[in-house]
């Protein structure tokens, strides 16, 4: 199977997934890069097609809803002064859809926090 293959199966299962909501949570997206994994696929070129399809079609994965929560939460605290080191030192973690979507949000409005 090639990967212009497994992304026509990653843009049917994204669909079927996310067609409520237009967001992919971790356990959806384990699962789908699963299916390619079973197929030949390397988990890195499973996840970059995923992450790839995703964006065409205009939806969000969890895992990059937090990271770039994560990435905006530490430039804030870093000008604040309340934190300084890296993104590796600094554990923070958001948990259900709607502190995702607030993050989400907040992100894309570039509103402070």
């Known amino acids: 199977m090639t990967l212009d293959d497994i992304k026509r199966e990653f843009a049917s299962q994204v669909k079927l997934r996310g067609f409520d909501d237009k967001y992919i949570d971790k356990a959806e997206e384990k699962e789908i890069i699963q299916l390619a994994i079973a197929k030949g696929i390397s988990f890195e070129s499973a996840r970059s097609s995923l992450q790839q399809v995703c964006e065409q079609q205009g939806y969000?994965?969890?895992?990059?809803?937090?990271k770039e929560a994560k990435n905006l939460l530490e430039v804030h605290a870093e000008q604040l002064g309340l934190?300084?080191?890296t993104?590796?030192?600094i554990n923070?973690?958001?948990k259900?859809?709607?502190?995702a979507e607030r993050a989400k949000s907040i992100f894309k409005a570039g509103q402070s926090v």
């Open 60 to 66: 969000q994965l969890e895992s990059g809803v937090m």
């Open 92 to 94: 923070i973690t958001v």
């Open 83 to 85: 934190i300084s080191g």
């Open 87 to 89: 993104a590796e030192e």
């Open 96 to 99: 259900g859809r709607q502190a």
